[in-house]
């Protein structure tokens, strides 16, 4: 599928192995409103695609490097493979993934504008940049893992604001983050070695209380325990 500047209005669903974007003016927007496309194959964006329409990536293949970007809803639904290749700008309404196997390596995900991410705990991204000022909706924030830890910072030195969906504490593991601010003050918990916390506001760390880490302080008494020579009797055969 090969889409260029200009408004097109689906009224049924649109599978397309490859999906291409491009236009001789990259400034105009191409806008596709209805329905649903589904893609199996490579992405390429010369132009920007906006509207209505979700767009679902449903296959395997690469998602190329580009400063433009979808900014209707997309989401991850394969049991295939999708490849981050190179820079990735991210300006959809909502960026959800439901299931496959995303790549990341050696790949920058960029936030520029204000978004929703929808189990992006689930994508072990190599490095994230997002854009300072701005806020990032989330239901869970990024982790990383031990063979690829995730970065996360700020396009400048001010920082950006991430609020969750719900109260309840977050958790992430294997990241490195720098000048990000939690809207609900202590909320989200990050289990790293070297944090920076200089930069990063309303966040709590392994090391800090409270974290629900035991300090060998039981809130309950120790059970009762017996020698080998002091066994109780079964009050059944007493």
């Keep these: 599928m090969n889409a260029g500047a200009g408004t097109f209005n689906l009224s049924n669903f649109i599978n397309t192995n490859n999906l291409i974007t491009s236009s001789s003016s990259p400034a105009n927007n191409a806008t596709i409103n209805g329905s649903r496309i589904n893609i199996s194959g490579d992405i390429t964006l010369g132009v920007s695609l906006q509207g209505t329409t979700d767009i679902y990536y449903v296959g395997t293949g690469t998602w190329f490097s580009s400063i433009y970007s979808f900014l209707n809803d ?27 196997n995303v790549r990341t390596k050696n790949s920058i995900f960029y936030l520029p504008s204000t978004t929703t991410l929808i189990n992006c705990n689930k994508i072990n991204f190599d490095r994230v940049i997002i854009t300072s000022g701005i806020t990032i909706t989330m239901n869970e924030f990024f982790s ?14 001010t920082n950006y604001t991430i609020t969750f969906q719900d109260n309840f504490e977050k958790i992430a593991k294997f990241v490195k983050l720098t000048n990000c601010t939690i809207t609900r003050r202590n909320q989200l918990l990050m289990l790293t070695n070297i944090p920076d916390k200089k930069t990063n506001i309303g966040i709590r760390y392994n090391n800090n209380l409270p974290n629900g880490v035991p300090k060998n302080d039981p809130s309950v008494s120790q059970s009762m325990t017996y020698g080998a020579n002091y066994l109780t009797s079964d009050p059944c055969f007493n």
């Design 74 to 100: 997309f989401i991850i639904n394969t049991s295939g493979t999708l490849i981050l290749n190179g820079s990735i700008y991210c300006r959809s309404s909502s960026f959800t993934y439901l299931r496959g």
């Design 144 to 157: 990383g893992s031990a063979n690829l830890k995730t970065n996360v910072t700020a396009s400048s030195t």
